[in-house]
């Protein structure tokens, strides 16, 4: 059973951080005094009201509190925290998310030391929460929440992820289009182009695409189309004999029907970097199956997107 709320004020520790699923849970069994905000008992009323809030709420919510920003967040706050989590409770919030804070620092300021919310829809952040550069869209507001003095003396944050929303709709515009481009093409070679053309038109998903045809001989490949990269360079041979060394494995992916992810492109020279201020390191070849009888094989070779660190 819950404990009786009405029955032990927010004073309480116990009230405080009753209920709250797995985060009430580890927020009861830390030992608060060992860090900056103390035991719960002496916390402010602003504060206790604010872990009430976010320990009851199904939203993704977060507070920091005090001038280390210490940081509190419940459940639904996991998923963003990712590989962070259970680690960022009662750490600092500077030293959780350093490789966007140059982004976010100026909305702190804004909301503990001008006593000015914030509120930003679906922002970009590079986060790193899993060991690797991440695309994420967050809606979020930064909402100063005064101390017993009166002054500012935490932020209450409410969370809305955009991510998959902003993501799926562009790759699904890059499909549509692709499909407009091509759907009149009366060659194989026109349609080659277009396709080209049209995913020229998603730099932040393909910094670079070829699309290599398998000759009738089945002896090599050509290039039939390119986007964001200049023709016949290193990276972009006009052709490639299938049993001859190669950048691209156009042999094993034309061979098992199959991708395959080409790492280490580094070294190869400048290479288009899209959307983003990185080259990308690596890429992928992805098989094209003949279409009809007249159809003819071939290899896409994409490059995966290198993420910046945000700010």
């Known amino acids: 059973m819950q404990p009786e709320l009405s029955h032990g004020s927010l004073s ?16 009861r069994a830390m030992d608060w005094s060992r860090t900056s905000l103390g035991p719960v008992e002496s916390w402010p009323q602003a504060l206790r009201t604010s872990v009430r809030i976010l320990l009851t709420s199904r939203q993704p ?8 920003l210490t940081y509190l967040y419940n459940d639904a706050y996991r998923s963003i925290l990712g590989g962070k989590h259970p680690g960022a409770l009662g750490k600092s919030a500077v030293e959780v998310w350093r490789e ?13 030391r001008t006593n000015e919310g914030t509120y930003d829809e679906a922002l970009l952040l590079i986060m790193e929460r899993n060991g690797y550069r991440e695309e994420t869209y967050y809606t979020f507001s930064y909402s100063p929440v005064p101390d017993d003095s009166g002054e500012p003396g935490g ?12 993501i799926g709709a562009r790759q699904v515009a890059l499909l549509r289009d692709l499909a407009s481009r091509t759907a009149d093409a009366r060659t194989i070679a026109e ?3 277009l396709s ?5 038109t998603g730099p932040r998903d ?8 398998l000759d009738a001989d089945h002896r090599r ?6 986007s964001g990269i200049g023709l016949d360079s290193l990276v972009a041979p006009a052709e490639a004999l299938l049993d001859a060394p190669s950048l691209w494995p156009f042999a094993e992916v034309l061979h098992t029907h199959t991708p395959a992810l080409v790492s280490n492109l580094s070294g190869l020279g400048p290479l288009p970097r899209g959307a983003w201020d990185r080259p990308p390191h690596q890429a992928v070849a992805l098989p094209i199956a003949p279409s009809g009888k007249t159809g003819r094989s071939g290899v896409l070779v994409v490059g995966l997107k290198s993420l910046p660190s945000s700010g």
């Open 12 to 27: 309480s520790g116990p009230a405080t951080l009753a209920g709250g699923g797995e985060l009430g849970a580890l927020m």
């Open 61 to 68: 919510m977060f507070v920091w509190w005090g001038d280390q």
């Open 100 to 112: 966007i804070w140059d982004q976010i620092s100026p909305r702190v300021h804004s909301a503990m």
């Open 155 to 166: 932020i209450i944050c409410a969370n809305s992820d955009d991510t998959q929303r902003i």
């Open 191 to 193: 349609a080659c182009l």
């Open 196 to 200: 080209a053309q049209s995913l020229e």
């Open 206 to 213: 393909l910094p670079f695409a070829l699309l290599y045809l």
């Open 221 to 226: 490949v050509t290039l039939a189309g390119s």
